[in-house]
């Protein structure tokens, strides 16, 4: 069954820098999501992009966070200026077009890159 | 604003129960509802879709009930097995235009061999 994969697996990064989360979605999702889940507690949505842009941010979303899709395949979430409060579980998420929009189909999930900032 | 509750927190039963999960949301204006299973340092993995216009979905031995006016949603895991043993979460997609899914804290489940 496609799966969304995403690396590293887990990054430790030193405060103060940028690191670049991948994830690859599934191919013929058109959907994208980058969600975070802090160590015990829920996990919160960050975004969503559909054709080439953000459709949906959260207010966790600032300027210190940006997503792009560099080609057919990849999609990446990049951290600028990282801080300590930005250690969690990054998961990436796709889903297929649906009946109406938003989508309507389910959010597939990658097992999640662990970012431990030091 | 929505809010996703899930109650047990944790719960242990021995093989062979069924069992029933609890999810609690406060405003019934969703657009479908989500049950995924995290098992420790993994990703989610969806198990079952409801939609708003439904009232249940079955997959194998789970089964997913939806009552929008109450604002609750059940998990029923039949026969449970050790290996249903993980974080069960629920999330919500609330109508409106809204891409994204509110999750509550999910119920930890061990199954008892």
């Known amino acids: 069954e496609p799966e969304v994969t995403q690396t590293p697996s887990h990054q430790v990064t030193q405060m103060g820098q940028e690191v670049i989360l991948r994830c690859v979605p599934i191919?013929?999702?058109?959907?994208f999501y980058w969600y975070r889940q802090i160590l015990g507690q829920k996990v919160e949505f960050l975004v969503s992009?559909?054709?080439?842009?953000?459709?949906?941010k959260s207010e966790i979303f600032d300027d210190q966070f940006s997503v792009e899709r560099p080609d057919g395949s990849n999609f990446t979430l990049k951290i600028r200026s990282t801080k300590l409060e930005d250690s969690a579980m990054y998961f990436c998420?796709?889903?297929?077009?649906?009946?109406?929009?938003?989508?309507?189909?389910?959010?597939?999930f990658g097992d999640g890159t662990r970012l431990s900032i030091l | 604003k929505q809010e996703v509750t899930q109650i047990p927190a944790a719960l242990s039963v021995p093989e062979g129960e069924n069992l029933v999960l609890n999810c609690s949301f406060t405003d019934s204006a969703i657009y479908n509802l989500q049950w995924f299973r995290q098992d420790p340092g993994k990703g989610l993995t969806s198990l079952l879709l409801i939609q708003s216009s439904q009232r249940e979905q079955t997959s194998g031995r789970l089964n997913a009930s939806l009552d929008k006016s109450s604002g609750r949603s059940t998990l029923y895991i039949a026969a449970s097995q050790p290996g249903d043993s993980a974080t069960y979460l629920c999330a919500v997609k609330v109508a409106s235009g809204t891409y994204k899914y509110i999750f509550g804290t999910g119920t930890r489940l061990k199954v008892l061999a």
């Open positions: 992009f559909y054709n080439n842009e953000i459709s949906e």
């Open positions: 191919s013929n999702h058109l959907y």
């Open positions: 998420a796709s889903s297929t077009p649906g009946q109406g929009s938003p989508s309507n189909q389910p959010q597939h």
